[in-house]
């Protein structure tokens, strides 16, 4: 029985204080967390806490940390996530890029030392949902991309987020990882046994595959276009992008470094901007401009009319609006492992069977 | 015979200038035109003078304009092209966005009332070249790119740059549209009589097909990924964020407006951004990553030892280095197009045969 979002967000704030993140921290957390799996985004949300587990007990993050700011200008800010989870950190970057987009016009932050931060998407609404444009980038931590031409892994799904303002609560909202897809929907095919999409994975030697086994045996994800005739490299342009914001403007780890994966504490770099439209014309015209643009998309033609044309937001805006009626749905084995966690760690559970 | 680079340049220059565009202009603009020929982007350079010379002769663009400067602010300029080719317009934005990161650590330039302006990654490789990281959008004069689920044409090749400097004249230089393949790519595969990949095009009614006529019989461009299942939603998506930060934020005519390609001067609109990577460390340091993260990259075991992984600039810069020696190809078709409108207009003939 999916629980009302307001409970499945507290199970996961209960958990993260029980592995002792400040309570603070721990609620702000579980609203990044929680946000994802609302807005559909299962990847992100509480499928994250076995993972996050493991990496608090192997004291692989310093659950306790508060982020610092380390440089700053009226433009910017450069800041060290201390070794914790990121979503502290991002939240924190993301409204100090916010205020001095509201004072200066523009705001960038760099983080450095930081870990995964969840949904890239959450960070960019922020800027949107203050009038602002906003863009988000971040470092991975998985090495499982090979470069176009390439037969060995040297990137991550490495994501990029833009979000503009548009009608009140309906912003454009882009989050995509450069790959193209999300290592997710690979292992849906494999759970299910059906082969891939041609395009999704090549194998060790960089040969096109349409086996869901096959980046489990040495092979690897795809830039988003899939194959060279297909403009793979403007995908692995894109992740080239991401990662010169959000790890070489900042100072963090790069993921083509050997030991990227391998130190105690991984230091992931994100990059967040929030630009004031108001910079250039009367902002109230330039979020009527994003309404008709986007309104003239979704009224386009279809080719199914019982599949309309969308605009990036849509889908998990929809998905919001459902699961906050219906509650959210977590699959059986998901939920029998993190309820396994919250007794072991201590916390009260809430999720029913 | 190729003609050198320098004898090609003057050829555009001469023959801009025979139809009234300020000699400062032409010379401008032709430097432009010619940097694309010279690394290989054959669809920026000479081959837009037929085009260009259309819309000159109809009055349907100010030839002899020069842009203005109507708002500013010490991180943002907002400027009016005066409905001239794009090129001057485009230089000077990024002029100003890098001169006020120089200043304010970042810059940003939002253009309107402009028209085509050649290769985004020129401007965003001026932002390289001072230093900084450089990004381009702008919005398109043609509308030939159905939404994802989508059988009507509403968006265009949608281009994006992003440039950062590394090594001294080997920046990072990523410059794609956000289409799976550029117009010229399918009207090559149509001249050579050959079947497109799939995924390229679609019908007009929203069906795949290989057919390399088939843009002409009605049908659309697919969006990056080519189809649903390649995650062309993330093509699309990125379209829709390069026309809200060249179009929306600049206040340029919408692609989506049924007038935009019927006005007789088109309101494209750019955008122009300039980040110092000062701001956040030292500028040498990050330099130093940018080296290290494409030098990883460019070391991956390939595929086919005979085709290495490249990083975005190095094909062009291969281009640029055989075509400085070799001279610039132009096809006799071409060659014979621009003959006659040399002749026509007056300009002298420099390339020969």
Not at 24 to 44: C, F, K, P, Q, R
Not at 122 to 150: C, E, H, N, W
């Amino acid at each position: 029985m999916p629980a009302p979002y307001a409970r499945h967000r507290k199970q996961i704030e209960e958990i993260l204080a029980a592995w002792g993140m400040p309570p603070a921290n721990a609620a702000s957390t579980a609203e990044v967390m929680a946000y994802a799996d609302l807005h559909g985004i299962d990847s992100h949300g509480i499928s994250l806490v076995p993972g996050y587990y493991t990496r608090t007990k192997q004291k692989r993050v310093n659950i306790a940390v508060t982020p610092s700011i380390v440089r700053e200008s009226p433009v910017s800010a450069l800041i060290d996530g201390g070794g914790g989870f990121g979503h502290v950190t991002g939240r924190l970057a993301m409204d100090i890029a916010i205020g001095k987009a509201k004072a200066a016009g523009v705001g960038i932050s760099a983080v450095r030392n930081s870990l995964h931060f969840g949904a890239c998407g959450f960070y960019a609404k922020m800027a949107a949902d203050a009038g602002l444009i906003g863009m988000v980038t971040t470092s991975a931590g998985g090495v499982q991309v090979a470069p176009t031409r390439g037969a060995e892994a040297k990137l991550g799904t490495d994501p990029l987020a833009f979000a503009a303002p548009g009608r009140d609560g309906e912003p454009f909202l882009l989050d995509m990882a450069t790959t193209t897809v999300a290592a997710g929907r690979i292992r849906n095919k494999a759970n299910e046994g059906l082969p891939l999409p041609p395009g999704w994975v090549l194998t060790k030697a960089g040969m096109p595959s349409t086996d869901p086994e096959e980046t489990g045996r040495g092979g690897f994800m795809t830039s988003l276009g899939g194959t060279a005739e297909g403009s793979s490299y403007k995908g692995y342009g894109l992740a080239g992008m991401v990662n010169i914001l959000a790890a070489c403007l900042s100072g963090a780890s790069l993921i083509t470094d050997p030991l990227h994966t391998k130190r105690p504490l991984q230091n992931i770099g994100h990059f967040f901007m929030a630009i004031d439209p108001g910079l250039f014309r009367d902002p109230a015209e330039f979020r009527a401009d994003v309404v008709t643009f986007c309104d003239a998309l979704r009224a386009t033609k279809p080719i199914d009319p019982d599949q309309p044309v969308l605009v990036a937001g849509d889908p998990e805006r929809a998905n919001a609006k459902r699961r906050m009626q219906q509650g959210i749905p977590v699959g059986p084995n998901l939920l029998t492992k993190v309820r396994a966690i919250a007794e072991e760690c201590g916390a009260p559970w809430l999720l029913g069977n």
